[in-house]
């Protein structure tokens, strides 16, 4: 066995104490001090216990008159819809009612097809526009080719807007058939 020497007694009385304090300081006393630390932020943001019943008092006074404002707003009467209509005809009874204006005006209705939805967002806002209205959950995009002349078609036209109905030209586009003119109107109905 070998001779232990002061030079390694003092060795073990400084380094394992210093192996102690670090061990100490790295495994215990530092986590405990980041927790320490999280929770003494964390209570900086708590409302202070003194503040308390005033911060409270001022957010039931909030309160109060938003509750106020909300009863003032309910009791107001709803304003008129600018449109009228059955909320319950079907497509068939709308697409009647679109021909029946046309043919009291001298309209000839020549075809009447779906306009199919396209990817683009053409002629979203005429849909939106409807349902807006509560009249139309689900609106219907028609494409009527009319052949009329142009006061016909404007009187047409005119007569939806005079009725109030819920029907929202989307677009107008002429073209010629012989002598007459040919219109292709799309409707949302």
């Known amino acids: 066995m070998t001779k232990m020497r002061t030079k390694d007694k003092v060795f073990l009385m400084v380094a394992i104490p210093l192996a102690l304090c670090a061990a100490y300081f ?6 405990v001090a980041k927790r320490v630390g999280a929770l003494a932020a964390e209570e900086s943001r708590l409302p202070n216990a003194e503040d308390f019943p005033a911060e409270r008092r001022a957010l039931e006074k909030r309160l109060a008159s938003a509750e106020k404002e909300l009863e003032e707003t ?15 005809a079907g497509a068939a009874e709308r697409q009647g009612a ?9 309209a000839r209705v020549v075809r009447v097809e779906p306009v ?5 967002g053409w002629g979203a806002r005429g849909g939106e526009v409807l349902r807006a209205t509560g009249l139309r959950p689900t609106p219907e995009a028609m494409r009527f080719t009319v052949e009329a002349p142009y006061p016909d078609l404007t009187a047409a036209l005119d007569e939806f807007a005079a009725a109030r109905a819920p029907v929202v030209p989307e ?13 292709e109107v799309v409707l949302w109905l």
């Open 26 to 31: 790295y495994l215990w006393r530092m986590p």
């Open 74 to 88: 309910r009791a107001e009467k709803a304003p008129e819809s600018s449109v009228k209509g059955d909320a319950g």
């Open 98 to 106: 679109a021909l029946a204006a046309f043919a009291k005006h001298g």
């Open 116 to 120: 199919a939805d396209r990817s683009d």
């Open 171 to 183: 677009g107008v586009t002429m073209g010629r058939s012989g002598t007459k003119c040919r219109w």
